[in-house]
C-alpha cells in the first residue's frame, strides 16, 4: 500500500519560501491587472502578491480569503494557463508570473502555520442550506457563513468535497488538502450533515419546515452520458468518474484492490479528451495498466484538456488516437474484448480489456423529482432567473454549479456560486424585511 501511495504522490512540487517570494518579486503591480480580468472570480491577483513579496503572509491570505473560499484547491487544479498566467503581460516573452503555484504556497502555509482566522460574525441574518458539498456548495457556505447567515450543509457520501474528494486524482489533489479547505469552512461555523441524501432520506418541503429561509442546490452532474455505441452496456465498460472514484476509495483504505475496475496488465481506452479523461489516463498507468489509450474524435488543438495536462499524460506513457471515432466494442462471452476504432474513414480492430467513457455527465433527477415546482430543459439542468441570481422556479429555492450550467472547472463552478450567493442574501434580507414589516403591522391591529 505504502508503494500505491507514492505512485500518487502529487507530482507538481510547490514553492519554498525563498522561491515563493523571489517569484512574487517579478509581479509589476500593473495599474490595470490583466491577470485578474482573466480570473474567473476577479482574484486582487496583484495586491496579494506584493503582500507576499513584503514577507506579509497573512495579509496575502486575507486578501485570498475575500474572494476564494479554495485557494489551496484552486492553486492546485486551475488552468492557469487559460486564465490568470495565460493572460499576465510577461507571458507573451514567457516570463508569466506562476500565480498558481504562488496561491497555492500562501494557501499551503496558512494552513501549516495555523494563522488566526478571520473574526466570526454572529449567525442572525438567515438561515440557509445547501445541497452538495462540491466548489459550488463550499463556495456558497463560505461566502454566506462569512456575511452572518447560518450554514448546513447536506452531503451524500460519508465525506464532505464532493469532486474534490473523489473526481480529481491525489497527484493532482491531495484529500489532505481538500480536508484542510473544508475544515477552514466548519471554522466558519457550518455545519457538515454527511451520509444524507436530499430527495431520499430528506426533501426540499421537509428542510423548508426545519426553518431555512432559503435552499441551494449545487448537486453537480452525476448521470453520466451514455454514447450510442454497440457494446456500451458490456462488463468492462465503465464511466471515468466512477473508475476515479474508485480509485480514490481504495487509495484511503475504503475498498480492495479487486473492486477497482482497471487491473494491473489491462489494456485501456479512453473516450474523451477533457481534464477527466487526462486523469483516468493517468490514473490507470498508476493502477498498472500496461497500456493506456485516448480516443478523441477531433485534433488537439481542439481539446478541452490542459495542454500541460497532455504533455505529463505523455510523459507517463498514454498514447493518443487524434480525429478517431469509438464505433464499436466487441464482445466475447458477454466480456468486454476488443474495441473498433474508425479514423480517416478506415476500421481498425484493438485488443482491449476495459474502456472508460468521460464525455460528460447530467444531473440526476432525485431532488427534482420528489420536488414540485422546479423546472428543468430537456437535458435535466435546473432552470434559474437572473434577479435573484439563481433561484429557481421555486421560490427559496436556488442552484448553481454543474447542475445549472453545462460540466465545466472547478473556478467556474465558483463563479457562478457567488454570484448565487449575492442572489441568496438580497432574497433572505427581502423576507426577513416583509416579515418585520408584517409583525409591525400586525402589532398595530
Avoid at 281 to 306: K, N, P, Q, W
Avoid at 308 to 318: I, W
Wanted: net charge negative; proline share 4%.
Amino acid at each position: 500500500m505504502e508503494e500505491q501511495k507514492q505512485l500518487f504522490h502529487e507530482v507538481n512540487e510547490g514553492y519554498t519560501m525563498l522561491e515563493a517570494i523571489n517569484e512574487a518579486k517579478r509581479c509589476l503591480h500593473c495599474k490595470v491587472p490583466q491577470c485578474q480580468k482573466g480570473c474567473p472570480i476577479s482574484h486582487d491577483i496583484p495586491d496579494w502578491i506584493h503582500e507576499l513579496s513584503r514577507g506579509n503572509l497573512g495579509n496575502a491570505m486575507k486578501i485570498i480569503n475575500d474572494k476564494s473560499n479554495l485557494p489551496a484547491v484552486c492553486g492546485r487544479v486551475c488552468p492557469h494557463e487559460k486564465q490568470c498566467e495565460g493572460h499576465c503581460v510577461l507571458s507573451k516573452k514567457g516570463q508569466g508570473i506562476h500565480v498558481g503555484k504562488l496561491e497555492r504556497f500562501i494557501a499551503d502555509f496558512d494552513g501549516d502555520m495555523g494563522l488566526i482566522r478571520e473574526k466570526l460574525q454572529q449567525k442572525t441574518r438567515g438561515k440557509v442550506a445547501v445541497i452538495g458539498s462540491g466548489p459550488a456548495g463550499l463556495t456558497i457556505a463560505g461566502d454566506l457563513a462569512r456575511q452572518g447567515f447560518n450554514i448546513e450543509i447536506f452531503e451524500m457520501e460519508p465525506e464532505p468535497g464532493g469532486v474534490l474528494m473523489f473526481g480529481i486524482p491525489e497527484y493532482r489533489l491531495p484529500k489532505e488538502v481538500v480536508r484542510r479547505e473544508i475544515k477552514k469552512i466548519e471554522e466558519l461555523g457550518v455545519v457538515f450533515h454527511c451520509n444524507t441524501t436530499i430527495g431520499t432520506d430528506l426533501n426540499i418541503d421537509q428542510l423548508f419546515e426545519q426553518g431555512f429561509d432559503a435552499i441551494f442546490m449545487g448537486t453537480g452532474t452525476v448521470k453520466p452520458r451514455k454514447p450510442d455505441i454497440p457494446g456500451r452496456n458490456l462488463r468492462g465498460v465503465r464511466q471515468a468518474v466512477y473508475f476515479l472514484r474508485k480509485v480514490s476509495l481504495y487509495n484511503e483504505g475504503s475498498i480492495a484492490r479487486e473492486d477497482v475496475p482497471v487491473q494491473e496488465g489491462d489494456r485501456v481506452f479512453v473516450l474523451g479528451c477533457g481534464n477527466t479523461a487526462m486523469d483516468a489516463a493517468r490514473t490507470a498507468i498508476r493502477m498498472g495498466a500496461r497500456d493506456v489509450e485516448i480516443i478523441y474524435h477531433r485534433t488537439i488543438d481542439d481539446m478541452s484538456a490542459l495542454h500541460s495536462e497532455y504533455d505529463e499524460a505523455v510523459a507517463e506513457g498514454v498514447k493518443f488516437n487524434w480525429e478517431s471515432n469509438l464505433v464499436e466494442i466487441l464482445d466475447y462471452n458477454g466480456t468486454l474484448s476488443g474495441v473498433v476504432i474508425e479514423h480517416g474513414g478506415e476500421r481498425r480492430t484493438e485488443k482491449a480489456d476495459k474502456v472508460l467513457m468521460a464525455i460528460g455527465s447530467v444531473p440526476a433527477s432525485r431532488i427534482v423529482s420528489t420536488t414540485k415546482g422546479i423546472e428543468t430543459d430537456e437535458s435535466g439542468y435546473v432552470l434559474t432567473r437572473e434577479k435573484p441570481c439563481g433561484m429557481t422556479s421555486r421560490k427559496g429555492v436556488f442552484a448553481g454549479g454543474d447542475v445549472v450550467n453545462r460540466p465545466s472547472t472547478v473556478v467556474l463552478a465558483m463563479r457562478d456560486a457567488k454570484k448565487v450567493a449575492e442572489g441568496i442574501a438580497q432574497y433572505v434580507d427581502a423576507i426577513k424585511l416583509l416579515e418585520a414589516i408584517n409583525m409591525n403591522e400586525h402589532i398595530k391591529k
